[in-house]
Nanobody, 123 residues
Framework: QVTLVESGGGLVQTGGSLRLSCATS????????LAWFRQASGKEREFVAA????????DYSNSVKGRFTISRDNAKNTADLQMNSLKPEDTAVYYC????????????????WGRGTQVTVSS
């Protein structure tokens, strides 16, 4: 069983930045895929960003491309999401996800999930 714990959420003004971090209970190189999803109030959960553990492939949703950056730190066993130029529509609970298996899809099929961290962007 893999435990994921998100941190770094909070309240920020439009145009501001936040850095989310996901602490994993296993060394990140054993997790083939790492991802961030989000769910706004009243909406379905949506894919934000994901990567293979070695960084050989990284995908972003069109809504965050150019503003968000996913990364992982194998020494700290964390997966981070740097969020810049935040907009009110980025307001959501952000979830970290991970999986031990590598697949062609980075946007789904994750076995392990964190409990989420709230990000609120004020206008």
């Amino acid at each position: 069983q893999v435990t994921l714990v998100e941190s770094g959420g909070g309240l920020v003004q439009t145009g501001g930045s936040l850095r989310l971090s996901c602490a994993t209970s296993e060394q990140t190189f054993t997790l083939q895929r790492l991802a961030w999803f989000r769910q706004a109030s009243g909406k379905e959960r949506e894919f934000v960003a994901a990567m293979y553990w070695d960084g050989s492939r990284i995908d972003y949703s069109n809504s965050v491309k150019g503003r968000f950056t996913i990364s992982r730190d194998n020494a700290k066993n964390t997966a981070d999401l740097q969020m810049n130029s935040l907009k009110p529509e980025d307001t959501a609970v952000y979830y970290c996800a991970a999986d031990r298996y590598s697949t062609n899809s980075l946007s789904g099929g994750y076995a392990y999930w964190g409990r989420g961290t709230q990000v609120t962007v004020s206008s």
